[in-house]
Structure formats: structure tokens, C-alpha cells
């Protein structure tokens, strides 16, 4: 498979522990997101990354939560002090660097999170 | 701010109708707009992605429109199957540089076999 691929694809966690979340994105694509869906809504910005630098930053994404890319290949994100509020589908994206694509960013499965 | 809006939230059809989604956003300074199918529980599949510059794009029963100046997009469906079933979901990206897409609520579509 060739596509973005998250792991776990499902986290449940009592509330105030850490979690982290992983994702690989399409090989060659040097761009990578991170989006946070709740049940029913559209998925909403959290952040976004160009090799290794990360560029942009939602005001969604408080100080509990970090991500990284260290060698602009996989990213991590991660939740400290989880609160019931963080439960949602976290998403992840990457696209090519060639302006020609319009940049279309390719969405993986996601991961449930679900705080108790 | 940016903001997306999907009518309708719903819609069920009887197999093989034709059918409009629509998605308007409120600043037509857009990149690009991006249609997306999402199924249950799962993540998102890329179906259209349109360019600021162009007005409609095409893949096989799948047809997208834009007019960015009414900011306006429609996601024409033909013969729709049961296989359609899934939440049709528009994004747009600013063309101020960011890359950050701002999505609709999606429209819920079930196709009746």
C-alpha cells in the first residue's frame, strides 16, 4: 500500500494520560498535515509541515499538543493530559511538492481517539 | 475567516437519479478547491481538485464546477449508484500562501437501491 498510513488506527486513554499518534506519508510528498475531525463536522486544521520545518500552526492547537518531524520523512503527534474534549479523528495528510498538482493532499485512514 | 457551507446536510436518492451537492465559501480569494468522499469511520478519498483558474474538472461520473467569484462549487453526480452512498465533503485553500484547507460540514448522501 502506497498510500498515508496512521498508526494506531484506534487509541481509547483515560483522561490526563499522554498519547501519541504516527504517521508516514506518501513516499516523495515533502508536505505533510495534520487535520482533527469531530463526529459530524468537517475536519479542522492543526498543523502543517514542509520537510522538517514546521510552517503552520491552528490556534486549535494548544500548548498540550505537539508534533514533529524530525528528518522530514514520519511525523508524530502528541496529546499530553488528554481531556474527554480531544476525542475525535485525527487525520493526516501529505502532498507533492510540484506546483502543477495543485498540491492536492491525499488524506489517511485517521485515528479514533476516544478519552474516558 | 473563511468559511465553507454544504446543502444539503442529507439527501437520499433512489439509484440511477442524477444529483447536485453544492459547497459556497464566503472568501472567493481561493487557491484551489478540493471534493472529497468520505466513508464511514474512515478517512478521506480525493475525487476533484480544482484550480482557482478553472471552471469545472471531470472523472468519469464525477463532474465539479467553480465559480470563484460567486463563491460557489457544485459536485454533479450522474447515475448514482448505491456504491455513492458516503458524506461528500468541499475544502478550500487560501491563496494567501497557506496551505491550510478550510472544509465544509459535508453532505450526507444515501443512494437507494
Known amino acids: 500500500d502506497t498510500g498515508v498510513s496512521q498508526n494506531p488506527r484506534h487509541k481509547i486513554t483515560k483522561r490526563g494520560q499522554n498519547v501519541t499518534f504516527r504517521c508516514d506519508p506518501i513516499?516523495?510528498?515533502?508536505?505533510l498535515y495534520w487535520y482533527r475531525q469531530t463526529l459530524g463536522q468537517g475536519p479542522e486544521f492543526l498543523t502543517y509541515?514542509?520537510?522538517?520545518?514546521?510552517?503552520?500552526k491552528s490556534r486549535l492547537l494548544s500548548d498540550r499538543f505537539s508534533a514533529e518531524r524530525p528528518k522530514g520523512s514520519f511525523s508524530t503527534l502528541e496529546i499530553q493530559r488528554t481531556e474527554q474534549g480531544d476525542s475525535a479523528m485525527y487525520l493526516c495528510?501529505?502532498?507533492?511538492?510540484?506546483?502543477?498538482?495543485?498540491?492536492?493532499?491525499?488524506f489517511g485512514p485517521g485515528t479514533r481517539l476516544t478519552v474516558l | 475567516k473563511q468559511e465553507v457551507t454544504q446543502i444539503p446536510a442529507a439527501l437520499s436518492v433512489p439509484e440511477g437519479e442524477n444529483l447536485v451537492l453544492n459547497c459556497s465559501f464566503t472568501d472567493s480569494a481561493i487557491y484551489n478547491l478540493q471534493w472529497f468522499r468520505q466513508d464511514p469511520g474512515k478517512g478521506l478519498t480525493s475525487l476533484l481538485l480544482?484550480?482557482?483558474?478553472?471552471r469545472e474538472q471531470t472523472s468519469g461520473r464525477l463532474n465539479a464546477s467553480l465559480d470563484k467569484s460567486s463563491g460557489r462549487s457544485t459536485l454533479y453526480i450522474a447515475a448514482s449508484q448505491p456504491g455513492d452512498s458516503a458524506t461528500y465533503l468541499c475544502a478550500v485553500r487560501p491563496d494567501t500562501g497557506r496551505r491550510a484547507l478550510t472544509f465544509g460540514s459535508g453532505t450526507r448522501l444515501q443512494v437507494q437501491p
Open positions: 480544482i484550480q482557482s483558474s478553472q
Open positions: 509541515f514542509q520537510n522538517e520545518a514546521q510552517l503552520e
Open positions: 495528510a501529505s502532498s507533492l511538492p510540484t506546483s502543477g498538482s495543485g498540491n492536492e493532499q491525499f
Open positions: 513516499s516523495e510528498h515533502n508536505r
